[in-house]
């Protein structure tokens, strides 16, 4: 392998490993790093949604995007654009959210999951590459959201940043107006939002993560689009070693437990396990990234990406408000419904933004 590849390689080591450590230091089990559910805790913390066990602003996202943000400027890449169907990709934001809750957790977690010997995680991959697929389908008959514009200032792609430090100036004072109601921040007092590793660690974690995967392009909806399309394996190195990472210090730390039942944080119903990342997987391919990749974009100055990371801040508020998301019991009515209507939705999406 050339040196670029052995680069990847080692930071998705790094990576997995940082995972099982935070996870050792206290985040939920098989959730080291997850955008999607960390997000989604952000979500409660504002008071997005009600749902009491998942409300904490996690620095590890915050640390994710200032790490891009920092990194990408002393590579003087950071630069503001967007206007690439900035509304679509919001609401598409949204649907990558709620696909992510009905399976529980991002790529990047699912690759964390098997790492902890949870085979619910193998099937969502395997729905995860099929909706990879279809994008790519999309992709070969013309799909473009249209062209991003270059600004003038790089005021644009502050705001999503300085929006984060907000809320980690506020997570460092704890910051509750009304002791009885909460707010402006809420905090879980039980369940996965009151497990966390210490505020700095996480941190430092993120700016960690946030600089290897801004240096590395590190996508997995990404890494599958290039192994169909050209057949380039470089962005999957980068998960094989969050995977080999993760799962060498499971079994170090003793987190390693494979099988269906009794995973962490999982349900077992496989049909919405692999429809959950179809969802994700197509609407992942369809922005031109992952979940992840999103938030490194944001941190880049691309707006558009910061427009999906809203998007899915709200989809998070929407997924608990309305019963979409999906728990150990299993996806509510809702749930299924909400992810067959956002696969409708993504499908009707690619196949009317083909150029002509």
Known sequence: MDRGKWFILIAGLCIGAIAAVLVKLGNPPNMGFCIACFQRD???????????????????IIGLLFGAMIT??????FKTRGGSSTLVRFFMGVFMMIGALVFLGCPLRDVLRMAGGDYNAVVGLLGFIAGVATGVFFLRRGFNLGRAEYSHSNVGGLLLPLFFAFLLFLLLKGT??????????????????????PVAISLV????????????RLCMSGGIRDFILIRDNYLLLGFIGIFLGALILNIVFGFFKPGFNDQPIAHTMHIWNFLG?????????LLGGCPLRQLILSGEGDIDAAAVVVGMLVGAAFSHNFLFAASAAGVPTYGQIACIIGILVMGWIG??????
């Open 205 to 216: 974690a993120g700016l960690i993560v946030g600089f290897l995967a801004q240096r590395t």
């Open 176 to 197: 509750v107006f009304n002791p009885e109601a909460g707010g402006p921040l809420f905090f879980s007092k039980e369940g996965p939002g009151s497990m966390a590793a």
């Open 72 to 77: 990408s400027m002393f590579a003087g890449e």
């Open 351 to 356: 196949w009317s933004y083909r150029e002509a």
């Open 42 to 60: 952000i979500a409660g913390a504002l008071g997005l949604h009600r749902a009491g066990v998942v409300q904490y602003v996690r620095p590890e």
């Open 277 to 285: 990342l179809y969802l994700v997987g197509l609407t992942a391919t």
